[in-house]
């Protein structure tokens, strides 16, 4: 399974960007895809999580502002990011795994297959 994250930029504060996860390899119709992001200097941190394609659930800092969707037949997750905050800026990773469970899905460490991250700076 391979993971390609996409979509990060420069943007200004309040502007929105759409990042995607595509995956090849395996179908991600019931996978868990999560989104985590890591600022310079800080642990990488949950953003969003898609619970087997039905569920989802978001950090409390980007409720209300993200939200994350799933395209099928493109077998790609995306992070829709609204209303972007300069303490939004950083490394966005998207993971996925087929066997976590819903206490997990918060946890970098129950992903088993990682994208190769995509920078998104929000200016002030």
């Known amino acids: 399974v391979q993971l390609q994250a996409s979509g990060g930029g420069l943007v200004q504060a309040g502007d929105s960007l759409r990042l995607s996860c595509s995956a090849s390899?395996?179908?991600?119709?019931?996978?868990?895809i999560g989104w985590f992001r890591q600022a310079p200097g800080q642990e990488r941190e949950f953003v969003a999580a898609?619970?087997?394609?039905?569920?989802?659930y978001y950090a409390d800092s980007v409720k209300g502002r993200f939200s994350i969707a799933r395209d099928n037949p493109e077998n790609t997750d995306y992070l829709q990011m609204n209303s972007l905050k300069p303490e939004d800026t950083a490394v966005y990773y998207c993971?996925?795994?087929?066997?976590?469970?819903?206490?997990?899905?918060?946890?970098?460490?129950?992903?088993?297959?990682w994208g190769q991250g995509t920078l998104v700076t929000v200016s002030s």
């Open positions: 993971a996925a795994d087929w066997n976590l469970i819903l206490s997990s899905i918060r946890s970098a460490r129950a992903y088993d297959y």
């Open positions: 390899g395996r179908t991600i119709r019931n996978a868990n």
């Open positions: 898609f619970f087997r394609g039905t569920n989802k």
